[in-house]
Each structure stands twice: as structure tokens, then as C-alpha cells.
Nanobody, 127 residues
Framework: QVKLVESGGGSVQSGGSLRVSCVAS??????????MGWFRQGPGKEREGVAA???????RYADSVKGRFTISQDNAKNTLYLQMNSLKPEDTAIYYC???????????????????WGQGTQVTVSS
């Protein structure tokens, strides 16, 4: 049974930094064969793709976070990270981790590209 567990959320002031993590378990194949993504859902908003990393380690970012957020992973620890710098109040959201074996590049930042989801971790940025 696939399990994705996010952690590291919290409250920070505008301009601050946070790193959220996602530990994966129960994969049928090795972690490195999975495409991983970070999504977020702000108050009253739809869930949106933030960043993704494919099996060869190539990252993709939403325009709203380019230059501020960095996605990375530690394959030995089955762990995905999202380093968030220069945070803004509009980054306030629940951040979710997602995974799947094959995610077409065009769906890397789309919810429909992933079948496995974590429960999320809250990030709150105050002005």
C-alpha cells in the first residue's frame, strides 16, 4: 500500500523560508522509478501544481514559484523535498505530495498525472 507522508509545514513571515518533506513507502517499484510532484491548495482555491521532478531528476516549476522554490529528492531515503524561499502570503496553502510511475511531461503539474497522494501539510505565510 502506497503511503506518502508530508511534514515540515508551519507558519513563517513573508520573505522567510521553509522546507517541506515527503516520505514515500509501499511502492511496488523502486522509488527512483517514480515521478514525484508537489501541489498546493490555498483557501477557497483549487489544487494546483507547484513543482515536479521526473525519473531522470529533471525539475519543472509553476511560473508563480520559479526562482523561489526548489524541488529535490533523496532516493536512498525515499524522500522528496520542497525548499521554499522568499515566501509570500499567497503561498499560504496545504501542500501535498504526489507520485506515479509514468507521468507524461505535459501532465507533470496536473492533478490528473498522479494516482498517489499524501494528506498534506499546512504552510502559512503572514505579511
Amino acid at each position: 500500500q502506497v503511503k506518502l507522508v508530508e511534514s515540515g509545514g508551519g507558519s513563517v513571515q513573508s520573505g522567510g523560508s521553509l522546507r517541506v518533506s515527503c516520505v514515500a513507502s509501499g511502492f511496488a517499484y523502486s522509488y527512483s522509478t517514480y515521478c514525484m510532484g508537489w501541489f498546493r491548495q490555498g483557501p477557497g482555491k483549487e489544487r494546483e501544481g507547484v513543482a515536479a521532478i521526473d525519473r531522470d531528476g529533471s525539475p519543472r516549476y509553476a511560473d508563480s514559484v520559479k526562482g523561489r522554490f526548489t524541488i529535490s529528492q533523496d532516493n536512498a531515503k525515499n524522500t522528496l523535498y520542497l525548499q521554499m524561499n522568499s515566501l509570500k502570503p499567497e503561498d499560504t496553502a496545504i501542500y501535498y505530495c504526489a507520485a506515479d510511475v509514468r507521468v507524461p511531461p505535459v501532465l507533470a503539474l496536473a492533478m490528473g498525472g498522479y494516482n498517489y497522494w499524501g494528506q498534506g501539510t499546512q504552510v502559512t505565510v503572514s505579511s
